[in-house]
């Protein structure tokens, strides 16, 4: 048959194959190419490391994809992980984020498929991507420059997980792993929380008059989780997956994939935090233990049905249990209750979300030069913190403990969170011949949030004589039970309104984003070409709250219009190098949590949210240059600046109670810096096996201004003559708040195949992350300073020939010091763990 002349890159690029054979003519008269007849033979997979470089090399975008395929042979089973193996990115040591380019959460988005997923942490914008397996991900796509297609609110990165599509033959896989911290035996106790269970699918409720009558359930006390039969707490994990494609009449087919899968994981810590002025001790804990206890329940569905060649449909659904158990001790110094040391502080933190992530899209081709592609999705999160416990003792002279007798400082504490968001993107193209391509669309984003907590505050009466003494400080059901209440030694009142009353603090917020988006693609020449857009939001943010201390006003509603520019270019030095250029304008929303002015109370750290914030406009350039030798292969250089009006910073405010509040602390700020990233194979022998590497490193500079006076007069209130917050920075100016100064991964892997058809990957891998500002610091005291952290992981996975899969992991082998550093006069530190060095292995077998 004849054909119109095809372009092979896109053939390739929109359909899954692995072999494209082709005859073609030469025409004499025009002098090109047409190809008469073409051949579709096989599969391929999205995620091999040869078709995510294909696509890197020919996208009119700055793109950076990791697949799963290398994912695997790494042994990386979380995206947050794989999100590091990328350049210039940095997992956020103590938390769950992600900083790309020195940008910290807020100034990444998380997608699903092109579309937003929720955060499953109040405190955060982004989902925990560790919650995220990579057994259900074809490749993550970080996209660093921006494209109108993409939401506005972007900064460093918008990462966009691409759920897998299976094609081919039925499959069933079963997989079970297990892992151990070397650290867990440095304890021969392992202790949690009374209450949770192993699944974590069991939740604590508020007691009926939790007030007027001691009707609690759980113990104060810690429980050993395995009792002195077992000390070694191991993790565990089993999943099963199943693929398989079913042809529907002549041309349809059905490819459906399933997902299902559990794991733990236990760690314990020990080290010491603190809490510092310029040259005040607020909290000084020489002696830290924490016991953590994770689990992780998922579930997903994806089902691809291709209609015809011109029209397919997609459903997925996603569904995430996790939780998170953490049993905390700390030792050491307060200020005005234990100076000279004898403080104990107990915390017990038990965090249970649940996602739903449900997608329903399509993409149609209706003539030759006219396609639709299209996705709606409902997603619906739910995180509790239910019975969080806290309690403060003081060792008393004759070695016994006491409860202090202030409110607040024992405390039982219950929230609830709520997300729901509609979300959809519609997008036209249309090309208009050979050189130009349109695609036009809208997007929309509408997100409810409903948050509420309670505390119940246990107070040792001030008229009665000293509180009972205890031996044994972890022994506090013999302080607060049933019968001391009875007899009317301690009370029971709420932190918030009426002490009788158990009156939650609130705060209820709407976002709605509606954007309309436009794209021009024009090829200049075959080597030239440029894509122009504009994109339009308009945002409203509506918060209302209720909190537990006086604020001039109760809610706020705030609405800006966005218009953003792009530009990529692209020169095709010759079929191997290319040669990028781009530029575009986005902004950065403040969180709703972040403007709320909830007070979130930690062991060391307290955080209260500005409802005066507001968002940063963000102007961005990058160049760059690629370099592909051969399949599989780049060697890329990069250089980046980003501008920042209106930066977003956490920063310590001016109060005798130390606490962090979100601030636009200066009118500007600046990151600029240089990437470059080398996929090679090294060596190749034998039946395709190699010996390869992959090394990226970013260096960063980065300059932003502090102005305390800008601050003063953002957050004053005419109705009550005074500024909401108030500081005093060291400096006029200082480095950007999470931005290091140099991040480096290098990867060595042997990858061989026997003749049997067994084949063995080895990989090892090291990362380097350096110091960056973890918090900006004001009155003299100094800000605190992540210091630098050296990892190295090293992976074997051997596949045989009879379907089974077996690996060993060795994670963490330098086990470093994650140490922050207070920039104050006593040059204190504020925070010092090790996570542990964790053996692991896993096997699979595939029906």
Not at 424 to 445: E, V
Request: with cysteine; charged share 20%; net charge positive.
């Amino acid at each position: 048959m004849k054909a119109k002349t095809i372009s092979i890159s896109a053939l390739f690029l929109c359909m899954s194959t692995t072999a494209l054979l082709a005859q073609s003519t030469q025409d004499t008269i025009k002098g090109e190419k047409k190809i008469d007849e073409v051949k579709i033979i096989g599969n391929t997979k999205k995620s091999t490391e040869s078709n995510i470089i294909a696509t890197q090399r020919k996208s009119a975008e700055i793109i950076e994809r990791v697949g799963a395929a290398q994912l695997s042979k790494q042994g990386v089973g979380d995206v947050a992980t794989a999100v590091t193996k990328a350049t210039g990115t940095v997992k956020q040591e103590g938390g769950n984020t992600i900083s790309v380019r020195g940008l910290l959460d807020r100034y990444n988005a998380t997608t699903m498929n092109g579309l937003p997923i929720p955060s499953d942490d109040p405190e955060n914008k982004n989902i925990d991507l560790s919650l995220l397996k990579t057994d259900i991900i074809d490749y993550i796509s970080l996209e660093k420059v921006f494209n109108p297609r993409l939401m506005g609110d972007f900064g460093g990165a918008n990462i966009n997980i691409v759920s897998k599509e299976y094609s081919g033959k039925g499959f069933i896989t079963l997989g079970m792993d297990s892992g151990y911290n070397l650290q867990n035996s440095k304890t021969d106790k392992f202790l949690l929380q009374d209450g949770p269970n192993y699944f974590g699918t069991k939740v604590i409720k508020v007691p009926a008059n939790p007030l007027g009558a001691y009707n609690y359930k759980t113990r104060w006390n810690f429980k050993d989780a395995f009792g002195p039969s077992m000390t070694m707490p191991i993790n565990t994990g089993l999943n099963l997956q199943m693929g398989k494609s079913f042809k529907i009449g002549e041309q349809g087919r059905l490819n459906t994939y399933a997902y299902a899968g559990f794991n733990n994981d236990f760690t314990y810590r020990e080290g010491s935090e603190g809490q510092f002025g310029r040259e005040t001790m607020f909290k000084n804990y020489q002696k830290v233990q924490k016991y953590s206890y994770t689990t992780n329940t998922t579930g997903m569905l994806n089902l691809f049905y291709r209609i015809n060649s011109n029209h397919q449909l997609k459903w997925i659904t996603n569904y995430i249990h996790s939780t998170n158990q953490e049993a905390k001790i700390y030792e050491g110094q307060i200020r005005d209750y234990a100076e000279n040391g004898g403080a104990y502080v107990r915390r017990a933190d038990y965090k249970v979300t649940n996602t739903l992530v449900n997608q329903l899209g399509g993409d149609h081709k209706l003539t030759d030069k006219f396609s639709i592609n299209w996705i709606a999705g409902y997603n619906y999160l739910n995180s509790q913190r239910p019975d969080r416990i806290t309690n403060t003792l003081v060792r008393n002279d004759d070695g016994t403990y006491s409860a202090t007798r202030e409110a607040g400082l024992n405390n039982r504490y219950f929230d609830n969170l709520d997300d729901k968001e509609y979300t959809g993107n519609i997008t036209f193209n249309y090309n208009l011949n050979d050189q130009t391509k349109i695609a036009f669309g809208y997007q929309g984003r509408f997100k409810e949030r409903k948050f509420l907590s309670r505390q119940m505050d246990f107070k040792w009466r001030n008229d009665l004589s000293d509180p009972i003494r205890i031996t044994d400080p972890n022994n506090v059901d013999a302080i607060f039970n049933s019968y001391n209440y009875a007899k009317g030694l301690f009370d029971i009142t709420s932190s918030f309104g009426l002490a009788t009353e158990l009156q939650p603090i609130i705060y209820n917020g709407n976002q709605d984003v509606n954007s309309g988006f436009a794209n021009v693609d024009y090829k200049f020449s075959d080597k030239f070409m440029a894509q122009l857009g504009v994109r339009y939001d308009r945002v409203r943010q509506f918060i209302e709250w209720n909190v537990n201390y006086y604020t001039p006003i109760n809610e706020i509603e705030k609405v800006y219009n966005k218009f953003l520019p792009a530009f990529n270019l692209k020169y095709s030095i010759n079929d191997k190098q290319n040669i990028r250029l781009a530029a575009s304008r986005t902004y950065t929303l403040p969180q709703l949590k972040e403007m709320a002015p909830y007070i979130y109370v930690d062991v060391t750290e307290t955080t209260q949210g500005n409802y005066y914030l507001k968002p940063s406009d963000n102007n961005n350039l990058d160049l760059k240059w690629e370099y592909f030798p051969k399949s599989g292969e780049v060697i890329s250089l990069s250089g980046f600046g980003k501008y920042i009006q209106n930066p977003i910073s956490r920063t310590l405010i001016n109060s005798s109670d130390q606490f962090l509040s979100y601030l636009n602390a200066g009118d500007w700020a600046y990151v600029y810096g240089i990437e470059a990233e080398l996929r090679k194979d090294i060596f190749n022998f034998g039946n395709g096996s190699k010996l390869y590497t992959f090394i990226n490193a970013t260096y960063m500079n980065s300059k932003a201004e502090l102005d305390a006076d800008k601050v003063a007069k953002d957050t004053y209130n005419p109705l009550s003559g005074n500024s909401l917050f108030t500081v005093s920075f060291d400096t006029k100016d200082d480095k950007l708040q999470g931005a290091a100064d140099f991040v480096g991964n290098a990867n060595l892997g042997l990858n061989h195949k026997w003749n049997s058809g067994s084949e063995l990957d080895l990989v090892a891998s090291y990362s380097y992350v350096g110091s960056y500002i973890y918090s900006i610091g004001s009155l003299g005291s100094g800000n605190i300073e992540q210091k630098p952290i050296n990892m190295l992981d090293f992976t074997a996975k051997l596949r045989f020939k009879n379907n089974i899969d077996f690996g060993i992991s060795l994670k963490n082998l330098l086990n470093p010091e994650i140490k922050r550093v207070q920039q104050n006069l006593l040059n204190s530190e504020t925070y010092n763990f090790k996570r542990g060095q964790i053996i692991g292995v896993n096997v699979g077998y595939k029906f």
